[in-house]
């Protein structure tokens, strides 16, 4: 059997004989030619200046582009493999040009260039992410770095780094930009802290807001820079700026929290469940219910006390649209008829037959499962709190799941369910009031 020829520019030989030639292993040059690369890249030390790449419309190899920037093939390639834009990746000098000892400040530089435009970086999110940019002048991959350098100077110690300053939200840019240390770079945020918002006549800082409404400083001064008004900036949704109107005297949520001493979250969770204003900002709105069962009257408190049903069960089952001699009665649930593909049986007969708990068939119906996947022993389920993935929903003639909905608005699912329970369309349950 003959060793297997290579033919490269005409010239045939082994892939022993081309080994000994170009220094690669010949084992190393079959693998190449298996994986599909071609005799010329497959013999050669370095297989990748053949590639070709364009920029600003102009096609040449890895090789000739190397040539023309300074920059090694490898680290070209790299970079490309990395995510760079070609034109960055061929002409960004791998070390500093001109001054070959600001290499600390040729790495501030990078950096910042690499926040702003590389969205696999983990901090993308707090740069490039909220519309922060490098101005033309520094982040022109050629020479850039220099001018930065002219604008910057050097650092004054190896503890400073770049700041954006005087504006925190501002670009990368001259009259932004200064050398700072983390001491400073804090005053400078502090500085935020004390900014003075006003919001329906009353005045705070910016710390003293977040403090009573529970928003960061910094997502403060984020939205005041992306343009919302001050309102939209301090409060953490809508909703708590939402205007209620109780015996004659409106007051937004956050207000009525104040002076109630119910939470904002638990105001707004009323309203969401239909409850009028007035028994939203009660203190003990829930319990305090009066139920009439069977010609007796008593509070929601009183029956849990007597029937061993917690009263927040009570309540849930109120809610849910149950009577209320069923709220209240120990072994209400179970005792549920459900009828499946034409079959009706109690909550505990399906749970003796398809082997699935008796309390988990009541989880599934209390999170809008219909009856046949509340008793399915292998029904499809999501990893928010047991909430079916098949359940549909329809909002302006487009259907997805409560989980579909859930990812593109950012909420939860669990919670989209219990807005539909609650008796909500399917927009205000996924969208919100």
């Not at 013999?43 to 200046?49: I, L, Q, T």
């Not at 990746?89 to 790495?107: H, I, K, L, N």
């Not at 702003?116 to 982040?139: A, E, L, M, Q």
């Amino acid at each position: 059997m003959h060793p297997r020829t290579i033919d490269v520019d005409g010239v045939s030989r082994t892939a022993a004989e081309w080994s000994k030639l170009t220094g690669v292993k010949s084992n190393t040059i079959l693998k190449r030619l298996a994986d599909g690369m071609n005799p010329r890249e497959a013999v050669s030390k370095d297989p990748k200046p053949g590639k070709l790449i364009d920029v600003d419309g102009l096609t040449r190899t890895l090789r000739e582009w190397s040539a023309i920037s300074g920059v090694r093939a490898n680290t070209i390639n790299k970079r490309l493999e990395d995510g760079w834009p070609p034109k960055d990746a061929v002409f960004t000098p791998s070390r500093p040009t001109g001054d070959q000892t600001a290499m600390d400040e040729y790495s501030s530089w990078i950096g910042m260039r690499r926040r702003c435009s590389d969205k696999k970086r983990k901090d993308w999110n707090y740069y490039g992410g909220r519309g922060i940019t490098v101005c033309d002048r520094w982040n022109d991959p050629e020479n850039g770095f220099m001018r930065f350098l002219d604008d910057m100077g050097r650092k004054p110690t190896p503890a400073h780094t770049i700041d954006r300053h005087p504006n925190p939200n501002g670009n990368y840019e001259p009259n932004n930009c200064r050398w700072a240390t983390m001491h400073e770079q804090n005053n400078n945020r502090s500085v935020d802290r004390s900014r003075i918002i006003e919001v329906g006549g009353v005045s705070k800082t910016a710390a003293e807001w977040a403090k009573e409404t529970g928003v960061k400083v910094g997502t403060m001064n984020r939205r005041l820079g992306d343009g919302l008004d001050p309102k939209d900036a301090v409060f953490r949704s809508a909703q708590r700026s939402k205007m209620l109107e109780v015996d004659g005297v409106s007051k937004t949520v956050l207000e009525w929290a104040e002076e109630t001493g119910v939470r904002a979250n638990t105001i707004y969770r009323r309203i969401d469940e239909g409850m009028d204003p007035k028994d939203a900002i009660s203190r003990s709105t829930e319990r305090s219910y009066t139920l009439e069962v069977d010609g007796v009257s008593k509070t929601i408190v009183e029956w849990a006390e007597e029937t061993g049903v917690r009263a927040n069960t009570i309540y849930r089952r109120l809610a849910n649209g149950v009577s209320p001699k069923e709220a209240v009665s120990r072994s209400t649930e179970r005792s549920y008829t459900l009828e499946v593909d034409g079959v009706s049986k109690t909550v505990v007969e399906w749970a003796k037959e398809t082997g699935v708990k008796a309390d988990t068939i009541c989880r599934r119906l209390a999170n809008g499962a219909s009856p046949k996947e509340a008793v399915s022993k292998n029904v499809v389920r999501s990893k928010e709190n047991g909430v079916a993935r098949s359940r549909l929903l329809e909002i302006d003639g487009v259907s997805k799941t409560v989980v579909e909905w859930a990812k593109e608005t950012g909420g939860k699912a669990d919670t989209i369910n219990s807005r539909i329970r609650k008796g909500l369309s399917p927009k205000d349950a996924v969208f919100g009031l």
